[in-house]
């Protein structure tokens, strides 16, 4: 935190909580460009890696330099109330006086891919409003956080060492997107051992950089900082991300096309005489619309 807390700061805060709100209750995003430098950093990973905690340590950096920062955490709904469990902003509390490091949670309501349905409308508004750090937390289901390619200027993966039964599982889907990976908790046996079968695995030109992190002892904090203020993401991986998320859109479309009656006796009708294409053409149809 730099400074006190001043009166501009409160009402850029207010101004930010307010336009949140309309955004979540589905009012478009504000008009408006980013701020000179601004950036979106969208953080992925399994569940228990430190996202979080990582957050916690470049917000702190960000404001050292007197940066502004936004946190949207999508958070799993709670079967209850439908509202967000508000776990990071919990584990966020270090801020807590600082009122430019904004933390607001998004209750995932089911939404594919990892976010809100209103996330991508709420980056455009913080930046609208003038915010300079925006970090983007998805639920973290690990690969299939996908769609945080569509809003984040970088995708950073964040694993640790106990995520090596789950490198396989994440090559499909996350690992591909990231623009750099970081083994976080770094001091625990077996990180250099990791990081070594992530770098093989990713091995190419067009591979993401791995580093090490460990946010206790302050290893590896600046230089990510400096990366993900400088690293341009690579476009042939974002496209292939951008058009996996399209393909879990239309899974979702075809799912519910399939909930009517008449239009799945007609696929399966089409595929038991094994027109399989025509079956895929009906299907395709029949797609929901708006």
């Given amino acids: 935190m730099t400074g006190s ?3 501009s700061d409160l009402a850029k805060v207010s101004k ?3 336009a949140l709100t309309e955004v979540e209750h589905g009012h478009p995003a504000l008009p408006g460009s980013r701020p000179p430098g601004a950036s979106v950093v969208g953080l992925v990973g399994p569940p228990g890696v430190g996202k979080s905690t990582v957050i916690s340590a470049l917000a702190t950096r960000a404001r050292q330099r007197g940066e502004s920062v936004a946190v949207l955490a999508v ?3 709670s079967p ?3 509202g967000a469990l508000l776990g990071d902003r919990i584990r966020m509390n270090a801020h807590g006086a600082d009122p ?3 933390v607001r949670s998004f209750a995932s309501r089911g939404h594919p891919g990892g976010l809100a349905a209103a996330i991508p409308d709420a980056v455009q508004t913080a930046l609208a409003l003038g915010w300079d750090r925006i970090f983007i937390e998805p639920v973290g289901g690990g690969q299939n956080d996908i769609e945080i390619a569509s809003c984040a200027d970088i995708v950073l993966l964040v694993l640790s060492p106990e995520s090596g039964d789950d490198v396989q599982a994440l090559k499909a889907g ?3 997107l990231a623009d750099i990976i970081v083994v976080n908790k770094a001091d625990r046996p ?3 051992s990791f990081l070594r079968v992530l770098q093989s695995a990713l091995a190419g030109p067009t591979a993401p950089g791995c580093m090490m992190l460990s946010v206790p002892d302050g290893t590896g904090i600046a230089e990510l900082d400096e990366a993900l203020r400088t690293q341009k993401p690579v476009r042939s991986r974002r496209d292939a991300a951008l058009l996996a998320s399209v393909m879990n859109e239309v899974v979702a479309l075809a799912r ?3 909930s009517d009656p008449a239009v799945r006796a007609g696929v399966l009708r089409l595929m038991h005489d094994g027109r399989r294409a025509e079956a895929a053409e009906r299907l395709l149809r029949e797609l929901p619309h708006g």
Avoid: H, M, W
């Fill in 16 to 18: 930010l909580a307010k």
């Fill in 190 to 192: 077996g990180a250099q």
């Fill in 80 to 82: 209850i109330t439908g």
């Fill in 174 to 176: 996350i690992l591909e």
């Fill in 256 to 258: 519910r096309a399939l």
């Fill in 100 to 102: 430019l490091v904004f």
């Fill in 5 to 7: 807390v001043q009166d």
């Fill in 75 to 77: 958070d799993p709904s």
